[in-house]
């Protein structure tokens, strides 16, 4: 179960990467 959550956290992580100006702006296009 931990390393599951260790991947979630992961991806929460890389996500909010995503939360950039160019994410955001790719998240306004659609």
Known sequence: ???VLEKQLDL???RSILWTDYG???L???
């Open 24 to 26: 955001l702006r790719s």
């Open 1 to 3: 179960a931990s390393m």
């Open 12 to 14: 929460i992580s890389n």
């Open 28 to 30: 306004a296009k659609t």
